[in-house]
């Protein structure tokens, strides 16, 4: 399942993701848990997400950007 959909925006998995990250959380173990996704799915998810811009990775951590905050619902 992706996390964005060929127009660019999030799916329904992209998006609990970026709501996690926008709440404060930032490894994808702690992404994982909050939303109920399987880890695998949120680490590739966290890869899509880098890939559109929405989020970064510093230190083993995930942001969320400005972009991502303004498609995060």
Do not use: H, N, W
Request: hydrophobic share 35%.
């Amino acid at each position: 399942m992706a996390c964005i959909s060929p127009d660019g925006k999030p799916t329904e998995s992209g998006t609990k993701m970026l709501s996690a990250l926008k709440s404060g959380l930032g490894s994808a173990e702690e992404i994982a848990k909050s939303t109920g996704l399987p880890l695998f799915r949120v680490r590739s998810g966290l890869r899509e997400l880098t890939q559109a811009g929405l989020i970064v990775e510093r230190a083993g951590k995930y942001e969320i950007t400005d972009k991502g905050i303004a498609l995060a619902q």
